[in-house]
């Protein structure tokens, strides 16, 4: 018989790590899904609890050891697992450091054991800061905050591990994603999260500015089968653009999510338009999103109950929130 791919996912339980195991499992993969819970939930991945080829470890990435026994004989690891919040980082820098830094190398140092066929890592847009537009994998990468920081910091540190230990590695810059179980409890999370669960309690949304702000909005499964595709076509040492490739306006977003908006005092320095190129990685990996925004929303929409497990941020808890990014960037 032949043996299954075996893969180790970090950040299981949350939002995409959640979608990239249902992806593992339905591809036949053996998975072992690890997560402290900080920001996700098991409830995510309920479905494949008694699965025989799923495994739940309740762990910190921060605690792994290099012997890790959760990381011998794997074929593929996904790091998923890591904070991303550009005003909490300003706030408290430290402990994104030390989680997407510090964190990454310990998972890293504990795939050593395994002769893997490919580390991916989830990297993301922010590390380009205010980049032109639509932006290459070759744009400068100027992060505006210690969370993009620490994400482009990570990504260094995955290809170096891959080039020191001949460590097959990719890394998947994402942009917006969205979806069912994007569901954020420690911050106001994405702009299409924050507006689930502002329509959840029939509230209007709230927008920064105009709406003119645009996006490149990706849906989840879209992603999973990102991460994938990378693992199997994915080129070594390549960082690698995951949008739609069509940005989007907010004032839009809020027609297709019908609902009316209430305006925030809008973010200077904040990109105005975020748009992937995704060319690169359609050429080298045969990847094509496949989910219209449409029709993502309306997935989303019908599931509208999740958002639901999420804290309500109203006008005036969100302008105390951001309170920190007007005394860096006034």
């Not at 699965?51 to 593929?76: A, C, G, M």
């Not at 009316?260 to 080298?284: C, G, H, M, Y």
């Not at 990996?285 to 989910?291: A, E, K």
Request: one cysteine or more.
């Amino acid at each position: 018989m032949e043996k299954k791919p075996r893969s180790l996912v970090t950040g299981a339980a949350g939002f995409l790590g959640s979608h990239l195991v249902d992806q593992l499992i339905k591809a036949d993969h053996e998975v072992i899904g690890l997560d402290n819970e900080t920001n996700g939930s098991w409830d995510n991945l309920i479905q494949w609890e008694k699965h025989p080829r799923f495994t739940k470890v309740h762990q910190d990435i921060l605690e792994i050891s290099p012997l890790d026994i959760h990381f011998q004989n794997l074929d593929y690891v996904f790091h998923l697992a890591g904070l991303e919040c550009p005003v909490t980082s300003i706030k408290n820098p430290e402990v994104f450091y030390t989680t997407n830094v510090h964190g990454t190398i310990k998972v890293l140092q504990a795939a050593r054991q395994s002769k893997l066929k490919k580390f991916v890592f989830a990297c993301s847009s922010s590390v380009y800061g205010q980049a032109s537009t639509p932006t290459l994998e070759t744009d400068a990468t100027i992060p505006l905050t210690p969370s993009g920081l620490t994400k482009l910091q990570a990504e260094e540190a995955v290809f170096h591990w891959g080039d020191l230990f001949e460590m097959p590695a990719t890394s998947l810059r994402i942009f917006n994603a969205y979806g069912p179980r994007s569901v954020s409890r420690l911050y106001p999370g994405s702009v299409f999260s924050l507006w689930m669960k502002q329509k959840a309690e029939e509230m209007p949304f709230t927008l920064l500015g105009n709406g003119s702000h645009s996006r490149d909005f990706i849906y989840c499964t879209d992603v999973a089968n990102a991460f994938y595709v990378a693992a199997l076509e994915g080129k070594d040492g390549e960082s690698y653009n995951v949008g739609s490739g069509k940005p989007l306006e907010l004032q839009e977003l809020a027609r297709l999510l019908k609902g009316k908006t209430t305006a925030l005092k809008d973010r200077k320095d904040e990109p105005n338009k975020v748009w992937a190129d995704i060319s690169k990685f359609q050429f080298d990996c045969n990847w094509q999103p496949r989910v219209p925004i449409e029709n993502g929303i309306e997935f989303s929409l019908d599931v509208l109950q999740e958002w639901n497990r999420a804290p309500l941020w109203s006008p005036e808890k969100l302008d105390s929130f951001f309170s920190t990014w007007f005394e860096v960037y006034s």
